[in-house]
């Protein structure tokens, strides 16, 4: 059973618009999340992340909203550029797994940002 | 740095064979993941170890055994490979117990006929 999902396989926008990804979860122990990105022929790389302390984190154009009530994270990127087209995956730890550091994986979302 | 590698980056396999992938790390890092991402599967965990001369099983150890002989080197072997194990496959490492930012290798392709 799948405990974090990206439902959206895809997703394509404009540059200069907002993007918006999505991630939900089905794990109430869960309460750190992050997000990757990942360039094609290249490994993940981290991107961002929140602690279930806060609802939101910002990192120049890019903020992680968390809902816990709803399970519910998004990545919003704004502005888009076109070298922001990759793979994003979300990615979440519970408290338990402070001694092993392991993480679970959503699908991941391909985003195309045209130019 | 080249933080973490991966050899080799693509392989061929026929169905049977046997093959080892390597990772190395020179980041001194204690914890090793072992991944495998297919489509619209994301990332499973193939392996993991939390340090030199232990390992554990993490989602998908079916087919996979594990090797951390040294600090710096996580081994993945496939016995006998079949086409299921055709995948991308993706070594990663983090410091020691933390919660937190894992650091990939660049992955190998792996087909398996």
């Known amino acids: 059973d799948q405990q974090v999902k990206q439902n959206s396989p895809s997703l394509s926008v404009q540059e200069g618009r907002i993007s918006i990804l999505n991630c939900d979860y089905t794990?109430?122990?869960?309460?750190?999340f992050l997000w990757y990105k990942k360039y094609p022929a290249e490994g993940p790389t981290f991107l961002i992340s929140?602690?279930?302390?806060?609802d939101k984190n910002e990192d120049g154009r890019f903020t992680v909203f968390l809902n816990k009530s709803a399970k519910h994270l998004s990545l919003h990127i704004v502005p888009s550029q076109p070298g922001d087209s990759a793979v994003y995956f979300c990615?979440?730890?519970?408290?338990?797994?402070?001694?092993?550091?392991?993480?679970?994986f959503g699908q991941g979302t391909t985003l195309q940002v045209k130019p | 740095n080249a933080g973490v590698t991966q050899t080799p980056k693509f392989r061929v396999l026929k169905t049977g064979q046997s093959m080892t992938l390597l990772c190395a790390q020179d980041?001194?890092?204690?914890?090793m993941y072992w991944y495998r991402q297919d489509p619209g599967m994301g990332l499973r965990l193939i392996h993991y170890?939390?340090?030199?001369?232990?390992?554990a099983k993490g989602e998908v150890p079916d087919g996979y055994n594990v090797s951390r002989l040294k600090k710096q080197n996580f081994l993945l072997g496939l016995e006998s490979a079949a086409p299921s194990q055709t995948s991308v496959y993706f070594c990663?490492?983090?410091?020691?117990?933390?919660?937190?930012?894992?650091?990939f290798g660049p992955g190998t392709r792996l087909l398996v006929l």
């Open positions: 980041m001194n890092h204690e914890y």
């Open positions: 990663a490492s983090i410091p020691g117990a933390q919660r937190g930012t894992q650091y």
């Open positions: 929140i602690s279930s302390i806060k």
């Open positions: 170890s939390v340090g030199e001369g232990t390992t």
């Open positions: 794990n109430s122990m869960f309460d750190y």
């Open positions: 990615a979440a730890s519970d408290r338990g797994s402070s001694n092993t550091g392991k993480l679970i």
